[in-house]
């Protein structure tokens, strides 16, 4: 069983950065790829970035290319996802998530019903 727990959120201006946390731990923290996800208001749920194992994969939502970037720290149990240049439409509940390994694979999951464990959720309130 894996925890995760967010950190970092809050509220900023339009343009602002701010950098997002994900501190893992009860597993093995190099066995899982990577995750973030958002939540809007009256919206569903939608990836944003992921990481594979060692850190050698990462893949984002179009609407974050160039401005979100994530990163890992296996040593810290950490995953981390740095926000640039934020906007008012990047605005909602970040989760953080953990998809196991079993199977080497090349890539990294997209959907979220291919991840097996979920922080609670952090607020980002981009104001324009």
């Known amino acids: 069983q894996v925890q995760l727990v967010e950190s970092g959120g809050g509220l900023v201006q339009a343009g602002d950065s701010l950098r997002l946390s994900c501190a893992a731990s009860?597993?093995?923290?190099?066995?899982?790829?990577m995750g973030w996800f958002r939540q809007a208001p009256g919206k569903e749920r939608e990836f944003v970035a992921a990481i594979s194992r060692s850190g050698g994969t990462t893949y984002y939502v179009d609407s974050v290319k160039g401005r979100f970037t994530i990163s890992r720290d296996n040593a810290k149990n950490t995953v981390y996802l740095q926000m640039n240049t934020l906007k008012p439409e990047d605005t909602a509940v970040y989760y953080c998530a953990a998809d196991r390994v079993v199977v080497p694979r090349t890539g990294v999951h997209t959907s979220s019903r291919d991840y097996d464990y979920w922080g609670q959720g952090i607020q980002v309130t981009v104001s324009s």
């Open positions: 009860g597993g093995s923290f190099s066995s899982y790829d």
